[in-house]
């Protein structure tokens, strides 16, 4: 089954948080068949450094007495290794032993294919490594843009499949933490970044990118690789 941006996929999850039924979307998302999927925790077919996040969400929509929708964003895990980006609103239906949770996933948008991810982290590393040159050439009063780094930085972790921290993003940028936090809250208020652990900013919380900026960082080097390829440059 063929799936786009905006594809949904819904399964049923139990008081355990293990998986007892999906539709045929859900089984096009994760790209397992259903006997396969039916059994296994609902938290393994999020990103490895999402899981404990995964299963707090499931545990919170399982325990509240209102059985309201709750919404968040992860990355899912699909059987070829691909990573994709997902809307996931979960709600407890039914009462005792009959409850379930009543998990829709919605893809917000599909990575590109293996090569141009491999080109776009080449470019990310480029660009840092450019800014890094510079600073050193002319100071950081002069050179280098601390939230265009921090973007980055995160990016680059994102294409790695392994995440940093913030304190790890203050040490990268050259400036003391609670700078570096500031620039951080800014990124997260704008849309742009998110902490992968609830609770205040601290040194070691995992930042990572927002959907939305991954995909415009990728639109961004995907024009760059358009206007390049072929391009002549002058001696």
Not at 61 to 76: E, I, V
Not at 96 to 124: F, I, K, N, P, Q
Not at 137 to 146: D, E, I
């Given at each position: ?5 905006g ?35 609902a ?7 999402e ?9 919170t ?16 895990m ?15 239906l ?42 050193r ?10 939230a ?34 500031r ?10 970044a ?34 390049l ?7």
């Open positions: 089954m063929p799936y786009r941006s594809h949904i996929g819904h399964a049923l999850i139990n008081r355990r948080r293990d998986i007892v039924d999906i539709d045929d979307g859900y089984e096009a998302l994760v790209g397992i068949g259903r006997d396969a999927v039916i059994g296994r925790p938290s393994e077919f999020a990103h490895p450094t899981r404990l996040i995964a299963d707090a969400f499931l545990q929509a399982w325990h509240d007495s209102g059985q309201k929708t709750h919404r968040g964003t992860l990355r899912c699909q059987a070829d290794g691909g990573v994709v980006w997902i809307n996931v609103s979960v709600s407890r039914g009462q005792g032993d009959a409850a379930v949770l009543v998990l829709s996933a919605r893809l917000l948008c599909r990575h590109a294919e293996t090569e141009s991810v491999h080109s776009y982290w080449r470019m990310a590393r480029m660009f840092l490594q450019a800014v890094s040159g510079s600073k050439a002319f100071g950081p009063a002069l050179a280098g843009n601390p265009c780094e921090i973007l980055l930085i995160a990016y680059l972790a994102e294409a790695e499949a392994s995440s940093v921290t913030a304190a790890e993003l203050a040490k990268r940028i050259s400036t003391s933490q609670a700078l570096a936090n620039w951080i809250l800014a990124l997260i208020d704008a849309g742009f998110e902490m992968e652990a609830p609770g205040a900013l601290g040194p070691q919380t995992p930042i990572r990118l927002s959907p939305l900026a991954l995909s415009q960082i990728e639109a961004l080097f995907s024009s760059l690789g358009s206007e390829k072929g391009m002549r440059v002058p001696a």
